[in-house]
């Protein structure tokens, strides 16, 4: 086992378990912030695995998860706004979560960066990087407003 292997599976026990659990568990709210968080970590195990098994596929799944990822959380959003309380109980749940998992993009990123082939496959992960920092602000601020009452008020059709 490489670093990079021991480094994803650090990421998985101490990151992605306990942000699995909480996309098990809880109120709904909580539920599709922990979705948002374990998208993140998975798309950088992804990331973490692929210089560790010298596999460049793995690079292309961390891409689609990046992209898939937060448009899934923003369909459920969507989606189940009737069932998310009125206002957040905690009003800076949502932005904590964003902001966390924002914060743990770049020191994966930058060292993935340094290990892979340069050229495209470095442009490649600084665009997964880009992307995952970008839907996690996103679902972030969607999730901290208030949902709609009702399903197409204010929706204009």
Known sequence: MN?????A?????????????????????SRLLAQNVATVLAALVLLLAS?????????D???VLAVLG???TLVYERLLAEDLPRGTPWPGLARGASWASVAVVPPVVV??????????T?????????????GSAVCGRALAKAPRTAAGEGSGG
């Open 122 to 134: 470095t442009v490649k992960v600084l665009v997964i990087g880009a992307l995952l920092v970008a």
């Open 61 to 63: 799944t961390a891409l």
């Open 3 to 7: 670093g990079w292997l021991a480094a």
């Open 51 to 59: 210089p560790g098994y010298d596999r460049p596929a793995y690079l």
């Open 9 to 29: 599976c650090l990421l998985l026990v101490l990151g992605l378990g306990p942000a699995l659990c909480g996309a098990v568990v809880g109120p709904v709210r």
């Open 111 to 120: 060292p993935v960066c340094f290990a892979v082939a340069p050229g495209r």
């Open 70 to 72: 937060p448009a899934g």
